[in-house]
């Protein structure tokens, strides 16, 4: 299997742009996850999908974050609009529905924002 | 809420045992996860406990106690290749596909 696929690995844009994020989870996963992660803060749980429906969005920093599944096999995290204290690394992760399987992270986005 | 707990940075000596240790404080507990993380790259499934007591996959061994909140990782023959950052993560009442919540991370470098 090629694992979570991220695209794209490295994003620069300047503040008050639109940047999506995209997300392809491991087949057969049935949920999926999007994660940030900065030194100070470590890796976050933003929002996180079962079968393809928003289970929990309370991780989101602000409206400015949106995410959305419209099919099995992919994802998109959208920040519109962008600012610098966006800067970070982005992690999609995909599982099992299944209380003891491990998520499977993809290489991530690193996003900055100038 | 959850509270994780971990130590920010340790150093060992290649061959040497290390032993990684999380504390935790939360509202729901389904299983302690344990992830691997080098520079640059995204976090790899180390282990998993649910239930107290040690479990042994070849060079690693993970620990945990639930009445104390506490789980460890034990590194042991430390090779080079073992430096990197070890994630300690709580799944919450929903079990794992309510999403971990991670701790910030052990940074752990090995010295020749």
């Known amino acids: 299997d090629a694992g979570v696929i991220q695209s794209p690995r490295h994003e620069v844009t300047e503040m008050g742009q639109e940047v999506t994020l995209r997300c392809k989870p491991i087949?057969?996963?049935?949920?999926l996850f999007w994660y940030r992660q900065t030194m100070m803060r470590g890796l976050e749980l933003l929002i996180y999908?079962?079968?393809?429906?928003?289970?929990?969005d309370s991780g989101m920093p602000e409206d400015r974050f949106s995410a959305k599944m419209p099919n099995a096999s992919f994802s998109t995290l959208k920040i519109q609009p962008s600012e610098p204290r966006d800067s970070a690394v982005y992690f999609c992760?995909?599982?099992?529905?299944?209380?003891?399987?491990?998520?499977?992270f993809g290489n991530g986005t690193r996003l900055t924002v100038t | 809420g959850q509270n994780i707990d971990q130590p920010t940075e340790m150093t060992a000596t290649e061959g040497a045992i290390v032993q990684i240790n999380c504390t935790y404080q939360?509202?729901?507990?389904?299983?302690l996860f344990w992830y691997q993380q080098h520079a640059g790259e995204a976090p790899t499934f180390l282990s998993y406990?649910?239930?107290?007591g040690l479990e042994e996959k070849g060079r690693f061994s993970s620990f945990l106690s639930r009445s104390k909140g506490y789980s460890y990782l034990l590194l042991k023959e430390l090779q080079m290749k073992d430096s990197a950052s070890y994630l300690c993560?709580?799944?919450?009442?929903?079990?794992?596909?309510?999403?971990?919540?991670f701790g910030k991370g052990t940074h752990l470098i090995i010295q020749p």
């Open positions: 992760a995909s599982s099992l529905l299944r209380r003891e399987s491990p998520l499977h």
């Open positions: 406990n649910v239930l107290d």
């Open positions: 087949s057969g996963h049935n949920s």
């Open positions: 993560a709580v799944a919450g009442s929903g079990g794992g596909a309510d999403g971990l919540t």
């Open positions: 939360t509202s729901g507990f389904n299983g």
């Open positions: 999908f079962n079968n393809n429906v928003p289970i929990d």
